[in-house]
């Protein structure tokens, strides 16, 4: 079964998996599925199985058998081989370091999810290295960050934050601001920031598993940034997404002593148009922005984004994708009214692109998103995004 909508999932017997996370009697679960994106998958685990599905008022929802719906989340063979291997190992030892690379649009956030939800089943506790500042899927892009989650992933990223404070929130443990959504644009500083993270996390005394989400940059340039970074990372599994086109193909020379496993992408050649029901998915630059707003203001309540998206997510038919269009400003509007800090300059250390002229600093910063860098004790790391109003 397909789920749209947004509420909450209680089994009342037996059990299901819904996106790789078991859920048993007596647990409920909240879910998120908008319509413009693919549709969480609900599998029964048993012969006979009861469950309650509440959807909140006023959100558009609907169940659909997997036949009828197209963009549901499907999980491939090979997928689930990786995370049963993955998972013994884990069991083994307790602990694990995976690495998820491969191309744009392969299915690397799809299985990251559905790993995290995996070992969520068995475990209380999963930890997410994101590496991705282009699409990222536990916080804003540009930051690469660190972070715990004991909640299944059962909702888009833009419901991600740590500052939201909400039960199904990531624990974020530091981040580091890179600043660009291309990793080319500064890929020592991307380098930097990797290590830096690293280095944190490797301060714990306890070893936990950890999940590094990688970039699709896999080429050129990418490629040697990709072996830099298991390098630094030095991960025990390396999962490495190889598509069905040649541009999804990609050689990974290391010399590690990672579990290398190699699995397929999940998209495949487009089938001529049939009759079942098929999500219109966000575009690329509707997601970017929606993912970017949202960071600043579901901090405000859980529901504004949601008053939101029910109103300004319109189809556009002649590119055949879903658009974010703020029409009536409403996201410009809500950012206005929100009360802004005044920070003196005394207490406050500027640190532009190497690019930019210091001489028109201030003409830079006005309206721009920074970052919020905290040093201490020599080291350098960021608190989060925010937005400079006025100088």
Same mark, same amino acid.
């Given at each position: 079964?397909?789920?749209?909508?947004?509420?909450?999932?209680?089994?009342?017997?037996?059990?299901?998996? #819904?996106?790789?996370?078991?859920?048993?009697?007596?647990?409920?679960? +909240?879910? *998120?599925?908008?319509?413009?994106?693919?549709?969480?998958?609900?599998?029964?685990?048993? !012969? %006979? /199985? #009861?469950?309650? %599905?509440?959807?909140? +008022?006023?959100?558009? *929802?609907?169940?659909y058998s997997l036949g009828d719906m197209e963009n549901h989340t499907k999980i491939d063979t090979s997928w689930k081989m990786a995370a049963d291997n993955i998972l013994k190992d884990y069991l083994k030892k307790g602990h694990e370091r995976i690495l998820i690379c491969g191309t744009k649009h392969v299915? !690397?956030? /799809?299985?990251?999810?559905?790993?995290?939800? =995996? #070992?969520?089943? %068995?475990?209380?506790?999963?930890?997410?290295?994101?590496?991705?500042?282009?699409?990222?899927?536990?916080?804003?892009?540009?930051?690469?960050?660190?972070?715990?989650? !004991?909640?299944?992933?059962?909702?888009?990223?833009?419901? =991600?934050?740590a500052c939201n404070k909400l039960e199904a929130s990531p624990y974020?443990?530091?981040?580091?601001?890179?600043?660009?959504?291309?990793l080319k644009d500064d890929p020592c500083k991307y380098i930097s920031c990797v290590s830096s993270l690293i280095d944190y996390w490797n301060s714990f005394e306890e070893e936990k598993t950890l999940i590094i989400h990688t970039n699709g940059y896999v080429k050129t340039i990418g490629n040697q940034m990709l072996l830099d970074l298991i390098d630094i990372v030095d991960p025990t599994h390396v999962i490495k997404f190889q598509g069905l086109q040649k541009e999804q193909i990609f050689s990974l020379d290391i010399t590690q002593k990672a579990h290398i496993v190699s699995v397929h992408s999940k998209l495949r050649k487009q089938k001529p148009e049939s009759n079942n029901r098929k999500t219109k998915l966000l575009s690329s630059n509707s997601s970017y922005l929606l993912t970017l707003s949202s960071y600043f203001l579901t901090s405000q309540t859980d529901d504004i984004m949601s008053l939101f998206l029910r109103n300004n997510v319109k189809f556009n038919a002649s590119k055949n994708e879903t658009i974010m269009k703020d029409e009536f400003y409403f996201i410009a509007r809500t950012l206005a009214s929100m009360k802004p800090y005044a920070v003196s300059f005394n207490a406050i250390s500027f640190q532009l692109d190497k690019k930019q002229n210091n001489d028109f600093m201030l003409d830079v910063l006005n309206g721009s998103f920074i970052g919020l860098l905290v040093h201490n004790n020599n080291h350098e790391y960021c608190v989060g995004l925010g937005i400079v109003r006025s100088i």
């Open positions: 079964m397909a789920i749209v909508g947004k509420g909450t999932i209680n089994v009342l017997r037996g059990s299901i998996e #819904i996106n790789g996370y078991t859920l048993v009697e007596e647990k409920i679960i +909240k879910i *998120y599925s908008p319509s413009f994106d693919n549709a969480l998958t609900v599998r029964s685990k048993e !012969k %006979v /199985t #009861i469950m309650k %599905v509440t959807f909140e +008022k006023h959100e558009f *929802y609907k169940l299915g !690397k956030s /799809t299985f990251l999810r559905y790993v995290v939800n =995996r #070992i969520l089943s %068995v475990d209380n506790e999963v930890s997410i290295l994101d590496c991705d500042v282009e699409k990222p899927e536990m916080g804003p892009p540009g930051l690469l960050n660190l972070s715990s989650m !004991k909640y299944p992933l059962l909702s888009p990223p833009y419901t =991600r934050f974020l443990h530091r981040a580091a601001f890179y600043g660009y959504t291309r």
